[in-house]
């Protein structure tokens, strides 16, 4: 099972997926940690100078077809994870992970062992209020 986790630092969960650096992946076996890498991840940086559509009146930011697509360029490096993990996002991402397997989980943790720790005893919360 792995674990993908946004990051800036290798330590802290960053408080937004869109802008994090990289993805700590956490790989668990047997209730424990056997492998940690950390992977290159696109990120809002990336794409400043892509054009940015304006979603269909009523439909919320980060729904529109040039918005999914950064969501799944994003995504790439983590397809074989199961979980990400992240202290906040926007809800067109959720919405992109769920939609190709990835379960997003938004937490309250700062760390990213305690996160693993809770994961591994069943206490990782999931507080889709932090979605923005």
């Known amino acids: 099972m792995k674990l993908a986790f946004v990051t800036d630092d290798e330590t802290t969960i960053s408080a937004h997926f869109g802008r994090a650096a ?6 668990l076996e047997n209730g424990k940690v056997v492998y940690r890498e950390k ?4 990120g809002h940086a990336h794409f400043a100078n892509e054009p940015h559509e304006m979603g269909a009146p009523g439909q919320p930011h980060g729904f529109d077809a040039a918005a999914q697509n950064r969501h799944g360029r994003m995504m ?23 939609s190709r397997g990835i379960q997003p989980l938004l ?26």
């Open 39 to 42: 992977r290159e991840k696109l």
């Open 107 to 132: 937490t309250e943790i700062l760390t990213i062992d305690e996160a693993v720790a809770a994961y591994l005893q069943g206490n990782l919360i999931d507080h889709p209020e932090r979605l923005h």
């Open 22 to 27: 990289y993805y700590l992946v956490v790989t």
């Open 76 to 98: 790439e490096t983590i397809a074989d994870c199961q979980v990400l993990v992240a202290r906040g996002m926007g809800m067109g991402a959720y919405e992109n992970l769920k």
